[in-house]
């Protein structure tokens, strides 16, 4: 599975918007970009995820560069609720799982 | 709630003992997923299911087992348990196993091995 790699953590100010960047320079054509978030003691929630073009949804954005070497996952307005580790991830087409790196923490401050 | 059920919640179990973990996907999903949580070594894929097969291996001990059965519930089966078997463990679960389907995970079991 090709690698992604996220900062290890950032911080936000509540009410503002949160750009969380993923770069994915081995990404295969047939990758899909996916996002999820892990909230202390709780399982993985997806977010978001995208092929090509970008992405919204009720919880957040996704923008993917032209040539999908990298993606930046957006929360319009950060909420205390949304600190949580944030996991960008290729799923590609030689199995379902997802493999989970390290993620970002982001913490919001009120 | 995400719709993926995994009993037991919370298990506390002695050393060499062996613990089942079970998990119901949703509704109408095929695919289950096991992957294990302990606080030095982040999420791993254990194990995947697809209707019932064997899809795809991660780092799964040797002692530990799974199976999907014809209903498609899965349990995840743990033997001659370590201290370091301490983890919590995540079922997770999507309609089939492509890459633009989303998964979605329970709430986890928590194994406390004393």
């Known amino acids: 599975d090709a690698k992604t790699t996220q900062p290890n953590s950032m911080e936000s100010n509540e009410e503002e918007p949160v750009h969380l960047p993923c770069n994915h320079s081995t990404i295969s054509g047939t990758d899909y970009i996916h996002w999820y978030r892990q909230l202390p003691s709780q399982g993985p929630e997806y977010v978001i995820h995208?092929?090509?073009s970008n992405v919204n949804n009720r919880m957040a954005s996704l923008a993917i560069a032209e040539d999908r070497k990298s993606s930046t996952l957006i929360l319009h307005r950060a909420t205390l609720r949304d600190a949580a580790v944030y996991y960008c991830?290729?799923?590609?087409?030689?199995?379902?799982?997802?493999?989970f790196g390290q993620g970002t923490e982001l913490s919001v401050k009120p | 709630d995400s719709g993926v059920t995994q009993t037991p919640k919370h298990l506390i179990t002695a050393t060499g003992q062996r613990v089942t973990l079970r998990c119901s996907p949703r509704?109408?999903?095929?695919?289950v997923y096991w992957y294990q949580q302990s606080l030095d070594q982040g999420l791993q894929f254990l194990i995947q299911?697809?209707?019932?097969?064997?899809?795809a291996k991660g780092n799964i001990l040797e002692r530990f087992s799974a199976q999907q059965f014809p209903d498609l519930h899965s349990e995840l089966n743990l033997s001659s348990l370590e201290l370091g078997d301490s983890a919590l463990y995540f079922c997770?679960?999507?309609?089939?196993?492509?890459?633009?389907?989303?998964?979605?995970f329970g709430e986890g079991s928590w194994l406390t091995v004393v």
């Open positions: 991830i290729l799923r590609g087409n030689q199995g379902g799982k997802l493999i």
């Open positions: 299911y697809y209707n019932g097969e064997e899809r």
């Open positions: 995208g092929l090509t």
């Open positions: 509704s109408g999903d095929l695919s």
């Open positions: 997770a679960s999507s309609a089939a196993d492509s890459s633009g389907n989303t998964i979605y």
